[in-house]
């Protein structure tokens, strides 16, 4: 035993799961790539060791390893005090908070737990590190595991190679760390290329009348309208909307062009269409129009604040809020519900004329941790399920039941949002959508969202239109025509030409054959990763 304890394997073995077994008992999320990339470095330093005689080398393996004992520390600290992982939401707010903020946080968070954890992995590595005596390989096993050590290497080289991140290959507080200067700098790039192009592009936006209007546009996440009962579903999950549907237009068909978050809100919160994704990086968005057009601007968001497309958009608007920053980046139970004191306020502002951008994180994976079980826990058996299969398993049902929790809560906020906009002055209108759906064991064995193994649940999603008596009198008759075309086909990639048509703001960039809302309109076939939707229905 005492051999084991003073190999080179059992020290990197600590230094590297001690903080996973913290994160495991005390994160409620943790990626797959965390063990993975645990277990690759493992192997990859334990069979490195074995050729470590020459003590520069031994310095090396000490360096490398006394790395991963601080990354592990933050990692253990982050995990007991906030119960989450390091994200790179979690830097950003780190560089958000100035060195007195900083020491008045870590003040306000020391305490016996996270102290305590903190201490033992500092001693016991400390311990383990000292004790090391290297070996060389002398045994088969031993040189099999020099081989292995090898081949990680390759493979990490590899995977870097592939996906040009630390992320997934260097485990922890570390991976996220690497990674982080670089997408910043490449992000703050994209930020001031969209600035400049506001104050040089040539185009053109102007509201139809002066009466003082309201409009916000509520970007859900993961909705997959076959859980609403709005659309349907044998569940109430959203009574509100249910009720609210006599004030609202629902339109019936309408698909995102992406299964996942950037490529879809690259495209309907631009003016380009999904043929031209490339192009929406550089393609002006809907907030340039708003604001051109004299409509003071806000970005009040849940997800994470460094994100294409969505972070650009952000920077244009007059004023924008990523309530991450105030949760120290922790994603877990960051409820969407703490943005409504943002929300309000921005409705209450005095500004005659006013567009606000809500981007909520919706019913994102890990969807137990997105609504408040004290309230939402509604869903608890298999009643009302339509699954791919009568034989759920336990942990599926929970799943699904956590799901359509999920979508009840959205559904609760957006009745508070509507009923605090009917305050407002004049027009108003609110207009909901999702960035994609989500398969949650409905046609297969599977949940979530992404670009393989589509499903027409990560592409079907809600569309709801929500405005007021003066919206309806004053554009008595964009709102007679759009009502009537309700249950056209429409993709999100033109989701910006019918929101410059709802809110009547012209524009060079607006194109009415685009726009579900005029006479014009014309539906096109929905293309989606190559393949014509019809096929993703069977
Ligand atoms: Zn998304």
Redesign the pocket.
């Known amino acids: 035993m005492s051999k084991f304890l003073t190999s080179h394997w059992w020290a990197t073995f600590f230094v590297l799961f001690f903080p996973l077994a913290v994160m495991y008992g005390y994160a409620d999320f943790i990626r797959e790539s965390e063990l993975n990339a645990r277990v690759g470095w493992l192997l990859m330093i334990g069979g490195f060791a074995y050729l470590f005689r020459h003590s520069i080398l031994q310095k090396f393996f000490l360096a490398i390893l006394i790395a991963f004992v601080i990354s592990g520390a933050l990692d253990i600290l982050y995990a007991v005090t906030f119960g989450g992982v390091f994200m790179s939401a979690s830097l950003e707010a780190l560089v958000y908070t100035d060195s007195k903020e900083g020491f008045e946080f870590a003040l306000a968070y020391i305490g016996l737990e996270n102290t305590l954890l903190l201490s033992v992995y500092l001693v016991l590595s400390y311990v383990a590190l000292r004790q090391v005596v290297f070996q060389s390989a002398a045994s088969r096993t031993q040189k099999t595991l020099v081989v292995l050590g090898v081949l990680m290497l390759v493979f990490a080289l590899q995977q870097f190679d592939q996906r040009g991140r630390f992320f997934e290959v260097v485990p922890g507080f570390a991976g996220v760390a690497m990674d982080f200067p670089k997408n910043r700098q490449s992000l703050e790039e994209v930020i001031a290329e969209r600035k400049k192009r506001y104050e040089t592009a040539d185009f053109s936006a102007t509201k139809a009348i002066e009466d003082p209007q309201t409009y916000v546009i509520v970007i859900g996440?993961?909705l997959n309208r076959n859980h609403m009962s709005l659309y349907g579903y044998d569940r109430e999950t959203t009574p509100n909307l249910d009720k609210l549907a006599t004030e609202s237009i629902v339109f019936k068909d309408a698909v995102t062009a992406y299964a996942?978050?950037r490529p879809?809100l690259s495209v309907s919160l631009t003016s380009v269409s999904h043929a031209q994704l490339n192009e929406a990086q550089t393609a002006l968005s809907l907030m340039e129009i708003f604001k051109k057009a004299g409509f003071k601007t806000w970005w009040i968001s849940n997800q994470q604040p460094l994100r294409y497309p969505t972070s650009a958009i952000a920077a244009i608007a007059d004023q924008s809020h990523f309530i991450s920053h105030d949760f120290h980046g922790v994603e877990a139970y960051r409820y969407d519900g703490y943005m409504t004191p943002y929300i309000e306020k921005a409705m209450e502002d005095t500004a005659k004329h006013k567009v606000i951008f809500v981007h909520m994180m919706g019913s994102?994976l890990h969807y137990r941790s997105k609504y408040p079980a004290d309230q939402f826990e509604v869903f608890t058996d298999d009643k009302g399920i339509q699954a791919y299969t009568d034989k759920l398993s336990k942990s599926q049902i929970s799943d699904i039941n956590a799901y359509d929790n999920s979508v009840l809560y959205s559904d609760s906020l957006l009745r508070g949002w509507i009923n605090k906009l009917r305050q407002s002055q004049g027009i108003s209108g609110l207009l909901f959508f999702a960035?994609?759906g989500e398969e949650v064991f409905d046609s297969k064995n599977f949940k979530g969202?992404g670009p393989d193994g589509v499903t027409r649940h990560m592409l079907e999603i809600p569309l709801i239109f929500w405005r007021n008596q003066s919206y309806q009198d004053t554009f008595s008759n964009v709102d007679k025509t759009v009502y009537e075309q309700r249950n056209q086909s429409v993709m999100l990639d033109d989701l910006f030409h019918l929101t410059l048509c709802l809110t009547q703001v012209g524009s060079s960039l607006y194109d009415a054959n685009r726009a579900l809302c005029t006479p014009n309109y014309q539906p096109k076939q929905r293309i989606i990763y190559g393949k014509p939707y019809e096929d993703y229905l069977k």
Do not use: G, L, M
């Open positions: 996440e993961s996942q978050t879809s994102h960035d994609h969202h």
